[in-house]
């Protein structure tokens, strides 16, 4: 017999509720799918940005040294 038992998180306690959360609203989850696309769409941004900004790294670099895409193979 297992002598655990689960306990609830006291009233005070953050996202405790007595009370069924309320449906999602169609508005609400616009919203919400509106807010996660923004997001994922700054982290394609962040990546692009990251991307170029190392091919200006290998540009400036192959420069100062006299390197040619041909120096790489």
Known sequence: M???????????FPGHSNRRPEPLSEQRYQDLLKNASAFFA?????????????????????????LTANDLK
């Open 2 to 12: 297992n002598n655990f038992r689960r306990q609830q998180a006291p009233s005070g």
């Open 42 to 66: 700054s982290a394609v941004d962040a990546t692009e940005e990251e991307r170029q900004a190392a091919i200006d790294d290998i540009n400036e670099l192959m420069s100062k040294h006299g």
